[in-house]
């Protein structure tokens, strides 16, 4: 009796060991329901129920969408990005309101863009996502910002596929293997086709190095080839992800999609706008402006007979919809784990003060001017620094003590600096804001002068690192680290456009 006691104890403590830090840190925590088909490249998000007979009654599906997270887990100062521990509660909320047809998804982007999720490479995100049971993640443009190697890790993470049926490998003419091009799933007796497509020509905004083997296509014979399939499949209801905007100006492409009724909803992303339109065949087709400030919600009804009604949409705002909402303790939990053994002792260094508010004009001048500051102490001929204003600065830093992780959520992105020796002609085909040093009011066309700029800039521009005189250590958030280190008080007053050397 007492051998047989201790071999169920035994059994039960290796039952409980595991390496997902969720597992570790909250055996006890909620399990979702899921019922994922296993997708034909074998992935699988959960066990799928069995039914016997035909439906009885109406079947309601609430499709709930992230867009553009952008590593957003934690919540900011103002309220506004609630963080993933306020979402997780609310996500969870809605399961237990329609446990049976509740489905959680994502279109792309969600990984880049903080020092909590940059630090340890999307994981984190890929572990929260999987404790949420997102059940499918279309890849977005910023998925490759750290190569197509680290998709392939998290996917290994992820107990939910991620889909880009129009993400083509130019080696082999085939979509690119380390993505499906759709999936099914379960709920009350309802099959439900995942279709994920990335916008065509996204390419342009990602490190060229990154996707110099793959393009983005046109995705509309794609997501018809992949609709006729899951509707052969048993589909009854189709859901697309596809990382680009579904506006007001649609392409001829997208009013095909909709026009044959390809798919019933449509999460968009990329453009990071509030989009909420049904203009087209009443089809759903919405977008948030990402950073978890805004969930996009689809209702739809199937009844007995098979028919699908779109009885409900929205982009619900994420200030007011987890007002008042406890954080989710599993998602705590695994952010706590990653937090205490990889973020904390750089995400909280304090680098400096700043005098007051600084707004996104004024970070891109500092930042180009630490580049040339940065440039200039190991190479005094370096004479301009080049940085993209648009797409590469993310955030603000209001005024006080501003810590490395502030920095970074303002400039997320590892863009290498080369210094490059270059003819002023080449250097003013470059584009994005130049500055220069002091003195320097213009460049000679046929004068070779010394530039700083980022890979990004440089890569758009078909040069490569080889051709660089030096690549500096760092990026541009460490340069302006560093500034602040020096100078101790930042002045935003100092870094208006007025007061800057541009070129």
Known sequence: MKNKILLMLVTVVLASCGNNPSSELNPSSEVLPSTSETSSEGKNSGNSESFDGERKEDVVLDFYGLNDLHGSVTESDDGKEPGMMKLGTYFRNAYKKNPDGTVLLSSGDMWQGSADSNITRGKMVTEM??????????????????????????????????????????????????????????????KIGVIGTMGEGLTSSILASHVANYTFENSQSYIEEESIKLREEGAEVIILLDHIGW???????????????????????????????NDVNGIPRLQTTGSGKEIMYAQITVTPEGKVTNTD???????????????????????????????????????????????????????????????????????????????????????????????????????????????????????????????????????????????????????????????????????????????????????????????
Not at 130 to 150: P, V
């Open 313 to 503: 949409y929205s982009v619900i705002n994420s200030y007011t919809a987890v007002s008042g909402l406890q954080e989710d303790n599993a998602i705590r939990s695994i952010y706590d784990y990653y937090y205490e053994r990889e973020i904390k002792d750089i995400k909280e260094e304090k680098v400096g003060i700043l005098s007051s508010y600084i707004n996104k004009d004024q970070l891109a001048n500092l930042g180009i001017y630490a580049m040339l500051e940065s440039a200039r102490k190991i190479d005094d001929e370096v004479m301009v620094a080049i940085h993209n204003t648009g797409g590469g600065i993310r955030a603000t830093i209001n005024g006080g003590v501003v810590t490395y992780g502030d920095i970074y959520k303002v400039f997320p992105f590892d863009n290498d600096i080369g210094i490059f020796e270059l003819y002023g002609s080449q250097i003013k085909a470059l584009g994005n804001r130049q500055i220069g040093i002091s003195g320097l009011t213009t460049l000679e066309s046929n004068v070779k002068y010394k530039v700083a700029v980022i890979s990004y800039v440089y890569e758009y521009r078909g040069y490569t690192i080889n051709e660089a005189k030096w690549v500096m250590e760092g990026f541009t958030r460490d340069c302006i680290a560093d500034y602040f280190r020096e100078y101790g008080t930042v002045y935003p007053m100092d870094f208006s456009s007025a007061g800057m050397n541009i070129l």
């Open 129 to 190: 996502m999987n404790e949420l049971n997102f059940e499918a993640m279309a890849i977005g443009n910023h998925e490759f910002d750290w190569t197509t190697s680290l998709i392939e890790e998290n996917a290994q993470i992820a107990n939910f596929p991620m889909l880009g049926a129009n993400i083509i490998d130019k080696r082999t003419n085939e979509r690119a293997d380390f993505v499906e091009a759709s999936h099914i799933i379960e709920r009350s007796n309802v």
């Open 247 to 277: 506006g007001n100006s649609l392409t001829s492409s997208q009013k095909y999609v909709l026009n044959h009724n390809l798919v019933d909803v449509v999460f968009g992303g990329h453009n990071h706008r509030h989009d909420e339109y």
